[in-house]
């Protein structure tokens, strides 16, 4: 297979030096507990930075969860938030990557680029834009001009965003080992965007007490959209999408294979101390 040079530096290191493999586990959403492929994805960080593993791609949905970033946790009735979150149904987590209040549906497309880092280099920069890269060409088949930078009043605002006529689909966080890093980003494929902005636009008026004054994103629900609201005309589905998504990724050398099985006792080790760390009234 020829491979497109162009789109092989925008992912590099996935490319060129380094075999890297495609994990797609979006055919049923996950249930449960919704730090579990975080823990994961921990996990696979580990074996990618001793050389156990080859890099990857890991392309994953959640039926019903919620991801807060570590600001979100400390505001002052974040749990009374939380709480609120759970009688709903939802699954609450506190992530260790940087971003902010996260919504997970049916709709939402969680792609990982995990990469390795065997010589500890800073290049924070270079991996948010690499996965902004991968995501500009893959929607370039429906014509659709993602680009990115801040938009103010979606919610995990950042540098970062990704976004279409000034409305954001995509939020982009990073996570760092010393000898590997994954760049995480959510996709708002499918669904309404308002409602998941509605969803994090709740949890910080009960996380805040109303107030005003504290440091949080402050939220205009029309600033966010799904794919499927900004390409009314096509069709874009999550199916359509992951399989655009997949086939970039095979252009550029990925192989679709299993996602490598971690050992359960190690899986629920990283699960329980990513819940400690974070334990909280209403955890």
């Known amino acids: ?3 497109d040079n162009r ?13 890297f493999e495609i994990w797609d586990q979006t055919s049923e959403p996950m249930e449960g507990d919704v730090i579990v492929p975080f823990a994961y994805e921990e ?4 074996e990618i930075g001793k050389g156990s593993i080859n890099p990857g791609v890991h392309i994953w949905r959640h039926r019903q969860g919620t991801v807060l970033g570590q600001r979100d946790f400390r505001l002052p009735l974040a749990g009374a ?23 997970l549906d049916e709709g939402v497309v969680n792609v990982s680029l995990l990469l390795p880092n065997p010589e500890g280099r800073m290049e924070h920069l270079a991996d948010f ?4 890269q991968l995501l500009k060409d893959t929607l370039l088949v429906w014509g659709l001009p993602a680009e990115a930078g801040e938009i103010i009043g979606a919610y995990c605002p950042g ?14 966080a990073q996570r760092r080992q010393l000898r590997a890093s994954a760049v995480q980003a959510f996709i708002n494929v499918e669904g309404s965007g308002e409602r998941l902005a509605g969803i994090a636009q709740r949890f910080y008026e009960t996380a805040s007490g109303g107030s005003s004054e504290l ?10 959209a799904s794919l499927s609201e900004l390409a009314a005309d096509s069709d874009m589905t999550v199916d359509a999408f992951v399989h655009g998504l997949k086939q970039r990724l095979i252009s550029l050398g990925g192989t679709v294979s299993a996602p490598p099985a ?21 955890e």
């Open 1 to 3: 297979m020829v491979k």
């Open 7 to 19: 789109l092989m530096e925008s992912v590099a290191p996935l490319t060129g030096e380094y075999a």
């Open 43 to 46: 996990w696979l960080c580990r």
């Open 81 to 103: 938030a939380m709480r609120e979150l759970k009688d709903q149904g939802w699954s609450v987590a506190v992530r260790i990557s940087g971003g902010a209040f996260v919504p």
């Open 129 to 132: 834009q690499r996965m902004v």
């Open 159 to 172: 540098e970062y965003d990704v976004a279409i006529r000034g409305r954001k689909f995509c939020g982009i």
């Open 215 to 224: 440091d949080y994103p402050k939220i205009e629900r029309a600033k966010t």
């Open 262 to 282: 971690a050992p359960e006792s190690e899986l629920q080790a990283l699960v329980m101390s990513l819940r400690e760390r974070y334990a909280a009234e209403g």
